[in-house]
Each structure stands twice: as C-alpha cells, then as structure tokens.
C-alpha cells in the first residue's frame, strides 16, 4: 500500500508512519517527492493496516495497492473455471441458460415451464420456493412444498434445479433438492449463509448485490471458495443507480471486467437487470455479446396474473423468441448452448 | 394504483384490464383523457397485483398510491414512538448518544472507552462481537468472549450495550448480553434475522442498507414490528452514490422525510456515513440540527492502531469536544441529551 | 395528471385542489379511495402546473400521467429517423461506425488514424478540436486548426467528419467544417447550444449527461428539434454510478427502452462507457446486440503517448480486430454496416 | 503519481515504463514488491501523463497523488476567502442568506418577495430571469425585464442581487444588473461560461452539478479563478442519487470536506437540494450545523401559483420560521448573519 502524507506533514510525522509500518511487520519505503511525501509499505497481507494508518496524524490517505481478493483471482488460478450439473454447463464456450418463473406457485404452473424452456433449449430450471420479499405483506413461497414441484419438475425434463436458500439454517433442506443453490442479491454479504451454502458441497450461483462494488463481489465469492468448495458462479443482476425507467441498471462492462480479474464463469440476468418484459430480449442478447457465460430468465405461462414480478417475466412465445436471438448471437461471438442430455443419462452431482 | 395504458392501446385492451381489476378484488374506475387512459383500481391490499397488472397488454405502467408499509406508518400511529432502555433515551426530545469502539479488541480498550464515553455524556456503549467484514481474511471478532467484555463495561459503567448480531441463530446468545440488538446495513434484508430479532423482545437498531430507498427500510421495519415488538429505532449511516471523497454519502434530508412518515425515532451514524474522521465532529451536528433522535459515533483508544474502522474513529479528545458541540446544536433545536443516571438506579429491560 | 391528497385531507382542501385544477384549465376528476383521495386532472399541457400544485395544503404528491416530450415521441412519429451523411448511415438496420481521435493533435496522427478506421470498416471520422477538459491546466485542443487538418483528412478518406462544438458562439465556425456537430455529455442541457446547434441545419450528435435521465436526454434533443433540424443522433456514453472499476456506468438497457419510446436513433460509446480500452470491444459488441444504431469508438496510433484519453484508445490492430466482432453480431441481429462509398461519389451535406 | 504493474509483467515492461516515465520529464523511482512493482514518477505536472501511461502494456493501473486543482487549494492559500457584496458577507463566521423566487415572474411577486425577506434577515435576494428549463415547453424567464424588477428591488430594499446566467454571451447584459453572477448546476462545466463569467469581474456563486466530484467542482472554480478572479462561492445543492423521495440527494458532508480542501466559501441552497418545501427547514438547519457559509432559498408569495419550483418554495410565513431556527443553531456553531445595513450606506461593487 502506498501512505500518501498531507503537504504540511512534519519530519516527524513522517518517521512516526515509518516506524508504524515496521511494526505492523512492514517494509517501509518513503519517497520524497516536489510537494509531498509517499511511503510505499512493502509486504502487506492485511487490509486492517491500512485503515488504521489513515488515521495516523499527518496522513492524507492510503492507498491500496493489492487486490484484496485471493483465490477467486485469475492471477492466482489461470485456469477459467468451468460449473456442470448434468446438462448446465457454464463457463469458457458454454453458455449455461437458466430458465422458470420467480416463484414456484403451483405444480401445474411449474411443470408447464419446465417443459417449455427445455423445449426452447433452457438447460436448467429456475424457480423460487423460498422467496425473500421486500413487504412482509408479499407472497412467501411455497417453502418445501415448492422444492418438492421442483423435484417433480426436473424427474420429467431432466433440468438441473436453481432455487434460492435465504437463511443458513435452510441449507440443508434445500440442498437435497437443488443442483445448485443461489444465494439471492440481499444477501450477498451474509456471511454465515454464505460459509454454509460452501460447506453443503453443491455449487453456488451468487448473485450480485445492488450496491456492491465488483471487489466486495469477490470478497463473499472468497466466503464460499474458502469453504474448499470452488464451483462458484457469479451472477450480474443490476445495480441501483438514479436511473428509474428500469428497475435496476444492468452494467454489462462488469461482464469483461470480471473475466479479466478472476477465473470464475459470470451470467447475467436480464429480468432483474432490467424489471420489464419488453428490455430482456436485446439485453438477454447483448449480455452474451459482451461474454456472458450464461443467463438467468424468469418465464411464466401468465404473466398477468404471476404472484411475484409478473412484469419482467417472458411468456413461452417470448422466451423462445429471446432463445433465437441469444443462439445466433452465441455463434457470432464464439459460444454454445449444450443441448439438454436425455433424462435417464443425467449426471446430477 | 393508478393502470395507465398506452396511447395506442385499444378498447379490448382497456376492457380487459377493468375486468382484471375487478377480478383481483378491486374496484376499477377509468378515465378517459385527451391522450391516454388510465383505470384507477380502489381496495387493492397487494403489491403483487401492481406487478402483475403491468404486464397485461396495452398497459404502459402502474403507479402505486399507497404506501406499502402499514405499522411504521405516521398515518396509523400518530404518536411518536420513544425506545428507552435505561439513561438511553431515544425519541421526541431525547437524544439517545451511542458510542464505542467498532470492535471489541479487548477487555482493556473497551472499558477504557467506555469510561470515556461516558464522562464525555454518552447514554450507551456500542461495540462489535460479531463483525460482519467485507473481507474473509479481515479480524471477524471476539465474538461471546467480547459480549462478556461489553457486560463487564456494563457493569462498571451502567452504559447499556447496543451491539451487532449477524445471524438468525446467534439472536439468543446475543440478546442474553446485550440491551439493544443492532442489525447491520448489510442485513437490512435478511429478514430471517429480523423476525428473530424482533422475537426476542429487545429493542432492535435497523440501519439502512446502503442501497435501500426508505420505503424498504420501513417494510424491514415492518418485519420487526409485525412480530409484536414495537421498540425499533432506526439508523441513516449513508448510501452508496458516485461521491469517492467520503465512504458512503449521508443524506441527512431522509431524517425529517422519515419524521415525516413514520413514528419510529431515527438516529445517525456520521461515522460510517463519512468514513473520515476528520468530518464525523460536523455531520454529528448537523444530524442533530436535522433531527435525528440519537447518534452512534466511533470512539477508539488510539484509531492507527485499531483492528477495524481505525478511519473513522474519534480519539477521546475528539469525542468530548464533539459532545460540546452537539450538546449546544441541541439545545438550539430543542433537544437534549439525558445524563446517564447512576449505575445503581439503571433500569434496563 | 394524479393529485394524490394527504390521508388526513380535510374535504375543503379536496375542493380547494378541485378548484385550482380547474382555475389552471383542465378538468378535474376526483377518485375517493378507501383510503385516500385523488384527483385525476384532465387536459394539462404545462409541467409547471404538476410542480405549483404539489405545494397545496393536504397534497400528498403529484404524479405525472403524460411524458413531457413530445416531438421525439415515438407517439408521435411512428417512422424510425434515418440520419444519413454520406457513407455514414444510421438508423434502423443501419449501423454507423464512428472512429477516430480522442483529440487531433497533428496533420499525422488524424491521417493515419483517418486511412486505418476507413480501412477497417468505419463509416465517419471522429476527432476533437474544440476540447472541454475537466481542468484548465489539460490540453485544450488545437481549435480551427484542428478542424483544417480534419478536413485534410475527409478530403482524402471520403469520411464524413464528427466532432464536437463547445459553445453557441462556435458554431458557425464549427459548422462550417463538420458534417456532424456533437454536443458533448457536459453541455447537453446547454440549452442554447443546443439551438444554435439545430439552427445550423448540420446534422446533431447529442450525447447523454452522466447524470441525465432517459426523459431528461429526449426534453434535450427537443430543444433541438424545435428549432425544425430533424436530424438528431442520441448517444449514450455511461452514467455516474457508485461503480469504480470503470469510468462510467454503461446502462445497455436504455438503448431498447429508447427505441420503444422515440423514433431518432441512438448509438453508444463504448470508449467513454468504460474508460478502459480492455473493456471496450467487448462493450462494442454488446451495444449493437441491445440494439445499438451505431458506435462511437476512439482510436489512437500510439495510445500512450495520447495527449488526452489514451486509456480508453483502441491501437488500430485492436479496432480492426474490434471490427470484426462487430460485424458478426451485427450480422446476428440483422444490422448491416454500410461499406464507406468511393470518395468521388460521396454526397456530403 | 504511482504507476502499478501488473503481476505478470515482463522486466522489459517495467524498463519501458520507466524510460517513458523519464522521457515525460519526471523522475521515476521503482518499488520491488513481494507480488508486483510499482513505479513512482515524480515531479508531473499533467494529468494527460497519466491517462497516456495508463494504456502501456503490463500497467495495471495509475493512481494519481496530487490533487489537480490548485488555486482553490488550501494547501495554496491557507486564509479563508471572504466574499463581501454589501450587506451579503460569505464566508468565515459571517453567514450569507439569499433568499427569494425561483422565478422573477411579476414586479408585484419580486418586491414582495424582497420585502418579506429582507425583514425575515436575508442578507441578498435572488430570483432568475434567465431560466434553464428541463423542458422548452416550461417558462423561460422574463429576461431582461425580469433583471430590471430585481433591480426595482434592490432600489426599494438595498438587498443585492444574485441572479443567474445562462450563456457567455450573456454575461455583459447580466453583470450590468446582478451584484453576483449565478452559474447554474446544468452548466457547471460549461467552460466558455466560466471564463466569461469569471471576466466579468462579478462575484460568482458556482452551483456543483448534480453529477459532478468534488475536484471537478474546484476545477470548474480554477476556470473561474484562472481569469484572475477571486470572488467565487461554491454552492452544494444535491446530486443525483438511487433516492427517490427527495428531488436531489444533498450530501453536506462535502461542507466540511470542502473547508478541509478550498479557502472558498461553500453555501448550501436546501431548495433544490431537497425538492420539498417540507424538508427545507430542518435543511437548512443541518447546513448550518455542518459548517456552511450561507444559504440560498427559495421563498414565494403563493407557491401553489409559482411558475417554477412551487413545491420547493417557502412562503413567507414559512421563511420567517426558517430564519429563526437557522439564527440559534448559527449561534451554537460560532456564526453570524449581518443584519442588511441601510440602502443608503450600501456599497455594493
């Protein structure tokens, strides 16, 4: 890290943060520049230090010089990480496409979506039994009566399952049901959830929170890696901004940015990134052409009467539409979409 | 919620969209404007319904009237709520002033803090147990050997500790040491967490997630006060916005917007707010001068050496003249700041 | 528009509001809620109204029915705009490929920058003379010798030249050299450049404020379509965001949203967008999946020594390169880059 | 500035860094890593340096460590600037309050507005005749007529005038009026205004935009401050944020942060800040608290009739009560308002 002093620091001072560096196990480094002096404290593994330093009298600021995250850096592991559960594949030239409606409401509403993203060429289901709704007065989810649709979803059309584990205490539960567990965008730094959604074994489809800088994404990813479990995918969907004619703003940049940092597969979500039907299409589009290595899609046969975010579902219609599109846009920047295996051969984990 | 359909949608449309209303329970009523109309639909209770309605054909958008938060309404009880949990008076015309250390780093430096704090007129002791940090490999708390430490400068002092739980499961343990459970920013919506807090008859501290709008500060509220416990104080400590001069930026205009909807009493916390504790003396004024019912306000021994949040802290010098200055901002604004009373007399829930 | 009143409205404010909306010429249409009462008021044309009558005693807002553009409304016009200026078309299924400069700094640089995008497919040479730089101690640009040297350079590409005009009292000046005048982010409601810029009769690039919303950039191009001057390219070149990784936040998701609600075409920056050249072909591409009518890319001979942006500059092998990613995904979503025609042929306005 | 490799950079990069470093004209001074080296230059002079520096291969990042402005530095001039245009004092312990309409509308409304004000403790009065209107369907101002009313005004009350300008072409017309030249939020860095603006020899109040860094605020002061012009106020008046239920978000931690930066006098217009007549008091207040040199706030007869900013707009009434609580927290903080001399004895610039 760099400790950057004010103009006016004392000789004093500055041999005062010399001496602190040292003793935080540092090299110190100073340099005496035309207007100020900088020191530049070698060996650092601990962010703590450069906060406490910030308040050393004379200081200006510190300035980091490391990235704070470790495993989940493509500096550290080379190698791009591929996830597979049976017929998802994520990652380097597969495009993982998951598919289904906010909520599992009913059997007969999820079954029929089930078969029609597999029949449009999805290669997991998406669905929410346990829903973490901002109004205490909203539709809760179904809880396990929900992952048990879900089960009976995936025996018919061989799709992996994706559902959301709101508490860690959940864990288990919903890990005998799922393939693959999301970890919902209001609790990306909860931490306790994110040690045991690592521990459960399954692979963790972490979304990103709306406020979140991409290093503090990488900083729960490290929560989850360090649990020795490393099929983490991280999910793009949306951020608070003041714009207001979409629902969050979806920055795609953080699609190349992130593949440019770490290892890790990143997809994107297009209904939450953008809160309304008539957006997921070119955005579904353009999240692949900017290297997306998947994408998260809420489908409902109704939208219009859908008991959560009816607004920014797909019909079936739309959704196969949208799966046109995103196939050729997939061919023109290198990309496949694994056609989902057979039931009977699949290798669930 | 006001249906506005588009320009060019047709009468089946608008038709469709009236029969829908009526079939959700509500009454529509539509008008017909020069350009557009629109079908006020009366006696919604659901927000599900705003969501789904959006996606029927024709329509453009849906526009809420209601507010969605019930309990924490002004509009349901006109009384201002006040919290008191011993020489912690928090509402009306009492400042509640929270102070301590970020995290307890030991027995030492926290009952030294705490004699400060309250010699300088604080009515509380705040200090971190569990420490929710951005990073895995950051200093993660003492955890129930820091509650003891906390209930020793308890005893010695009379202060009454607010201090942070982070999961659902550590609620019973956390609430057998402390006075006032806080649940952090990057909890607001963990709301597992907040039913259990809630279900421990504590008063809790809900502060605001850097990205949450205050409607959905007010329904996690709700999600407290729905289980029967009304001792909620909420907390502004700053959203994330483009500014990089300060940690967060703090708008202190939601203290009179929050006065202004809801009787729950609201305090500040400039140190979190700014990050810089060269400019935590100004914000504690000028929050006072905006209203806020009470502060919590870092304090450390030595801030360059602290495991956490060293920025941010105010020295003990700092906080006394900090004091000095809050107390005058008071009383200009007629508020004041209850005297700790004697260990002996505390009455504490 | 909607005047939704306070629930504790007294009836006289009711009628009060009643009466004001008629004294201001429109009809009003009272709706009483089971909760509240609003007014629907019917045949506004004026904004100011909206804002006067939020302040009425018992208002609890005011919500706005009709967007406040008009001549840009897709509403209005329901044929797309097609801006053409010799081999640069844009609009529909034309794609244009603006390239060149962050500034011209000499008769070298822009010809070789001008011969290498031509030759990689571009369609218009970009290039700053008139710069507005951030701080007055930054390169200022070489002003109307920079605009001879960019008609140097058209003279021998046949590209139709794009650059920027700063203030009204340049533009005849700018005009006299351009083919395309751009209305940088910063002066986009520097309203009366805008004027003077559509008086000119030369076709307007308006680029998005990075903190202008969608409604915001359309009232914008209002200004300039007002003045008759149709032909006017909207650009979106990022927003402010709490985000730091890149320069701007790049919202995608407006380039759909405002092709479903204006008829002039719009482009995007992937340089300013990201402010990182690492980041920017891949950014290129997914602007033209979401949509994108064109693109507006900085190039550079030698990017680090470029006296302004070197950065986000792309070599002339990376826009090449970029180039041919492009026109696959254009290809996929069925977008064509028109072929720059012979210089001997071109129609320049 | 410090130059950051990349982990993988060859020697031959780090050797080519520093050898343009060198050729820059600076002095570069590497630093050996455990994981990467950094490349201190020192002694630059130009930003430019470091965004070209920024695109060499195997550069990582530059961070910049002087700050760019430097006029408006504190660390240039350590006293305080005091800006001084008759009863108006700005700066130090003296508190400058300009109060009056958003629009000069009518001689009638101006002079009772200048009354009413001037009796509540206004030091100045401001009021616009030329309008930066979102909309060009909004009012526009009156124009010169409106800056003969405020003259009226100043006439009768001996308050002087702070009005804004809108385009250097202006500036003559509007300087022969106004005591201070407002430049407004859209055209902060509208840099040909600055400078004309700055030549005027009139005090200027420059508005922050809603988009705009703190240093890109100073800078647009260098502009100003460049043309050999001291007189300059800088004006917090709230940014663009994700919050909704306040037009702007007003962030007055940048007071204090400010005062530790510039010698300028910051104010704070809480009007504009806040977007709600309801939340302008305590504002204004809170502003105060926070350390700022003045305010600017919007007052109308009627605001229900105003032609702009009625929801906004204090009324008289409502001023008077402002004044009152702004006079006690002033005095809580050490500062004053100078009460508006005579007419007679003005001596205004």
Redesign the interface.
Known sequence: M?V?MR??ATPEQIQHVIQ?VQQLGMKA?P?Y????T?I?A??S????YR??????PGVDS??P??A???VASL?VKRERTVVRVGPLWVGNSHLGIIAGPCSVESEEQTLATARAVKAAGATALRGGAFK????????QGLKEDGLKILATARAETGLPIVTEV????DVELVASYADLLQIGA??M????LLEEAGQSGKPVLLKR???A????LL?AA??IL?TGNQQVILCERG????????RY?????????LH?HTHLPIIVDPSH??G????VP??A???????ADGLIIEVHPN?????????Q?LTFQQFAETMD?VR??A???GKQINAPEPAEAICLP
């Open positions: 760099i950057v103009t006016d602190l480094h340099i520049g035309t207007e100020r900088v530049a070698i060996g593994k601990r962010d703590e906060q406490s330093l910030a308040s050393s510190v300035v010089i490391l704070p995250y470790k500096e973490p709704r901002t109004s205490p007065y909203s539709f709101m508490a860690a205490t209001r609790n730094q909860n931490y306790r929170g709306p406020a800088t991409l290093e503090e900083l490290e929560y360090n951020i608070r901004t003041f714009e207001t004619h979409t703003t979806l920055p795609l940049a953080s699609v190349p940015w440019q990134g953008t309304h039907t008539a957006l070119d955005m589009a353009a999240a692949v052409a900017a290297g939208p219009e009467t859908a008991l959560s975010d009816g607004y579902s599109l050729r846009v061919e023109a920047v």
